[in-house]
């Protein structure tokens, strides 16, 4: 999930006014933990890299963080060919770890690790690339030769490369899955390969249902995850035939987020640092999500379309219906469907499917007037409630929005079909907001087994 969206609704309820059950302190204390949240994120990868930047498909810079480096500023080079930055290298390629020299703004040379990975479109072709640097030490060269390995007796330690390499390709499978269970399983498989390890992921909030696993978790390890519950940082020791590591991290409003990795060989120092800040990265991925997830329960509005939810509905009909019954008017609540919507996310792309879902929100919100309320119960399902609209004037204007469908133009353009289920409330009916949703469903659904496009239900069920 994006934290923009969640800021927008949050902006929105301060605009709009804040929902009964929340004062605006607590709206206040929301954003506030989400910016901070935000702002741990940012720090966190600034430990790890230097610099992050972002290319168009021809490689020229279009993003680039923080805004100086080096002692010199970055704005400069947004613009500019990534070459600018790094010489001859093709950032349009993947790169994990690769070393690359630059002269720095003082002329001296400067090695620096470069981890990239380029995104595409639809088609398969390359629309830009993601990236970070991370600097070595002046005056290093690609001919300088390794080192030596220490004694066996020692763990080999990795080279700060790998490390980075590591980071890179644990934060770039975090960024492909969307659903955080997804994310942080892909992120434990792109950290255990490189390590030979096993390893699994547990939030001490469920402690008997991990997050994710390699292999079964030995039985000399499950005991250990129960002790020292609030201590936080990394802690090794041998188990039987293993070495193992434990990274604990807690998680705000929640409990701990433990990292438990065991393998045959020891640990070195700096298999701790690059865990450690693993686990870091995940209880940041993991918070961040149980904020979201607080800020969508508590919200009457749907962060995708910026209408209503359901409970926002609700109570927006159960105060128009007061002012209704005593200006002795009634109202009608449509029930709109379009069918093939939520599948253009999967065939088009995201990108194509969040531009279809605006489209049809505007042509949702041309269709009544502007105080009526408007909300989205699913993913391709709507509900619109009309003042003061009866019977007849419910069916005019069904019978408008049934005429054309909703065109969608993205790139090829495509005609959605809109399916609608009406119910009217008349003044002074005995009838709840559930009961006006379970009728209009139901019309709604009969409608489309009577292959009409539109439906109105005569009598309560």
Known sequence: MSPLPDMRALLSQFMNGPSPDRTPQELRNMLASTLESRERWRSLLYQAVDLVFETDNRGRIILISPETWLGQPTTSLIGRSFSALCGTVDVLRPHTGTPVQITTPQGTPLT?????????????????TRGTLKAVSPGLSSTVPTPAA????????LPESDGVAILATVTRALRKAIVPRLASAAAMEALLAPLS?????????VPKSLLFSSSSLPEDIEPLLATQPGQTGTTTFRAGTCHVMICRENIRSLKQLCLVLWRPEPWSPQDRQICQTVCSLLAGFWELDSIHRRILTDSDYDISSNLLNWNGLKAEIERRARRLDQESMAATLIIARVPGLTELSRTRGFEAGEEALRQCVALLRTAVRPTDAIARISNNTFALWMDGGDRFAAAERAERMTAHGMPILIDPP????????????????????????????????????ENRKWRFSHEAP
């Open 112 to 128: 620096v690790i470069l981890s990239s990975c380029p995104f595409t479109d639809n088609e398969g072709r390359i629309t830009g």
């Open 150 to 157: 220490p004694p066996e007796a020692a763990p080999n330690p």
């Open 197 to 205: 390890t096993e390893g699994a992921l547990l939030d001490t909030a």
């Open 414 to 449: 495509v005609h959605l079909p809109l399916q609608l289920g009406l119910v009217s409330r008349e003044a002074n009916a005995d009838e709840t907001a559930e009961s006006l949703l379970e009728r209009g469903i139901q019309a709604l659904q009969e409608g489309v087994a």
